[in-house]
């Protein structure tokens, strides 16, 4: 059997879309990663969609083949791989070892996806063997402590640098976490969600801790913003960051107005370089000089 995959929109490997193609070649079947171009060459066809933006693409393309299976979180939440496609471990260096959240934030999709947070695995279910690094896309490890330092003190056995990619939940920041991140090779640094102006005491909070026990100089937060702030409450939390010495990156909800002060604000943030040299106001200034 002919088997093709479509990655509609994801950058980093798709986990669902390597698990399928690991079950399928057991099988003994032809496996191809390509394009709706190939569509008609294929005996059966799974198409992967993560951002709601995206979702026409893939209705465009349920006409087209008799037996195409479409579903990611940009598609439809409640579609799930069968039982055993869902248990195949693909060993790709990127994937997770918890699932779910313990909160319920309204602009995430996560709790509804995944559930509560559970453990479903360890360093050994996605790496390798051989890479130097693993990228993990857990949504929440510091649930758990006890789960967070299994997986932390794998990495240190085996030399591995881990990217845990997700803005961590530094309400949940603790002095034991912060002792193993110092000793964990880490790729890609440390980062933070700072999704609403409420959190601003306990990052003040935290911070200062991670000032005081915390190894490494770069703090890393991802601030979203046009969700259901202000764009003034928005520019306040990057200031905010900035004078603590911190690194934001702005994340811009779907939702968020279409207003050039918007771009400004993720341009200023999400150059580094720009950040450091100039506040908000020099900056526009200087943007406008080009």
């Known amino acids: 059997m002919n088997i093709l995959l479509l990655n509609i929109d ?26 709706p171009m190939d569509i008609y060459n294929a005996d059966k066809v799974y198409a992967s969609c993560i951002f709601t933006k995206n979702k026409q693409k893939v209705e465009n393309l349920l006409g087209l083949h008799p037996n195409i299976m479409a579903g990611g979180s940009g598609f439809d ?18 994937g997770y070892t918890s699932l779910g959240c313990i909160r319920n934030c309204p602009f995430c999709i996560v709790r509804r996806k995944e559930g509560y947070w559970h453990a479903i695995g360890d360093i050994y279910d996605v790496w390798d063997g ?66 609403y102006p409420e959190l601003e005491p306990i990052v003040r909070e935290k911070i200062a801790l991670l000032r005081q026990h915390y190894k490494r100089k770069y703090i890393f937060f991802y601030v979203l913003v046009g969700f259901n702030t202000t764009f003034e409450q928005d520019l306040q939390r990057c200031n905010l960051l900035r004078k603590l010495d911190c690194r934001p990156y702005i994340m811009r909800h779907e939702n968020t107005p279409r207003e050039k002060q918007y771009i400004r604000l993720a341009e200023w943030c999400n150059q580094f370089w720009t950040f450091a040299k100039y506040d908000f106001e020099t900056f526009c200034v200087e943007y406008e000089k080009r």
């Open 77 to 94: 939440l409640d579609i799930k791989l069968p039982q055993e496609i869902e248990g195949v471990k693909p060993h790709i260096n990127y």
């Open 130 to 195: 051989k890479n130097e690094w693993v990228v993990l896309y857990d949504n929440n490890p510091y649930a758990d402590e006890d789960h967070f330092e299994k997986i932390a003190r794998q990495a240190i056995r085996e030399s591995l640098a881990i990217d845990w990619n997700q803005g961590m939940d530094i309400r949940l920041l603790t002095v034991r976490i912060i002792k193993l991140l110092n000793e964990v090779r880490l790729k890609g640094g440390v980062r933070f969600a700072f999704d």
């Open 10 to 35: 994801s950058k980093l490997p798709n986990i669902a879309l390597h698990k399928i193609a690991m079950w399928h070649a057991q099988q003994g079947d032809s496996v191809l990663w390509g394009s």
